[in-house]
């Protein structure tokens, strides 16, 4: 089927749904939960991060929905979100069948990303996730921001104190791809503690991802008055990729640093098409153990 707005019975709850339109029953699958960033909301990151666009060929089902909490800005909240991100998982699992769950990712974009990593402390969620794509939402072991990634929402430079921590490391295995613009990041780290924790090798630098296409969303909100490090208008670019090999399992753990990007402009095609072929490649198999178990 093509993209649906699928309900959340519990709730009411409404979220786009992607998946093949030729998906035969039983057919192994790829689950991606796809949350936006603080102030936005699933229609804009179905378009920031377009899975849909290659669902079929890499047989993909893509649950994208809305945080509840709109005040003083749309956020995902424990409280408010997180029992109906379990039954989203449910929903999905239930209807593709556990067992044809190949592989289960949390995407998340910006506080989208630091939700992911909450909910990967949370069992519901570690005894699922296969993997985290983080698309400048937080890199496991840490990276700082220039202080002009804060101008154009807060108007001020906040102290250390009040910046982002680190995502905690997840007591779980998982694979990791963290993906992040050149100009909301002051370097990219040499090392990752997560590719040590698999014994993978020094990090590699695979070939340069080109893109002629823009990607299909940027923020008109502060169109005018945004910056490079936040995001100015989509357009055309190229990404280098970071790859550490050789980690136990087959687990991926990448880093994509998009360059002349910040934080805003949503993804292109090729770059697109570099994550999912990397997530898609990673070891997977926690819903079929769960399965297993019971």
């Given at each position: ?23 035969r ?120 921001r ?58 590699q ?8 296409e823009a ?9 005018g ?37 910040g ?7 090729n770059?697109m ?22």
């Amino acid at each position: 089927m093509s993209s649906i707005a699928a309900v959340d019975e519990a709730t009411g709850r409404k979220f786009y749904l992607d998946d093949p339109d030729d998906l035969r029953p039983g057919e192994p699958v790829t689950f991606l939960l796809n949350l936006h960033g603080g102030g936005s909301v699933g229609q804009w990151q179905h378009a920031y991060f377009p899975a849909h666009d290659f669902k079929e060929q890499h047989r993909l089902v893509i649950a994208t929905p809305s945080a509840a909490t709109k005040e003083p800005s749309r956020r995902w909240v424990a409280e408010a979100d997180d029992e109906h991100l379990k039954h989203i998982v449910h929903y999905v699992f239930e209807k593709y069948g556990v067992g044809n769950i190949r592989s289960f990712w949390l995407v998340g974009h910006s506080q989208g990303g630091q939700t992911s990593a909450r909910l990967l402390q949370d069992a519901f969620f570690r005894d699922r996730v296969d993997g985290w794509l983080s698309l400048s939402g937080g890199r496991l072991g840490g990276h700082e921001r220039p202080d002009a990634f804060f101008l154009p929402v807060r108007g001020t430079v906040p102290p250390p104190s009040e910046r982002p921590a680190p995502p905690p490391l997840p007591d779980t295995d998982l694979s990791f791809i963290f993906a992040i613009g050149e100009h909301e990041i002051v370097t990219l780290p040499e090392t990752s503690p997560w590719a040590e924790k698999y014994g993978a090798g020094p990090k590699q630098r695979l070939a340069d991802v080109v893109d002629t296409e823009a990607g299909q969303i940027y923020d008109r909100m502060r169109e005018g008055k945004s910056n490079a490090s936040w995001g100015l208008e989509a357009r055309p670019g190229t990404a280098q990729v970071y790859v550490y090999p050789n980690a136990r399992g087959g687990r991926v753990i990448a880093d994509v640093l998009r360059l002349d990007k910040g934080h805003t402009e949503g993804l292109e095609p090729n770059v697109m098409r570099t994550l999912i072929e990397m997530l898609v490649s990673a070891p997977g198999g926690k819903a079929k153990a769960l399965l297993a178990k019971a």
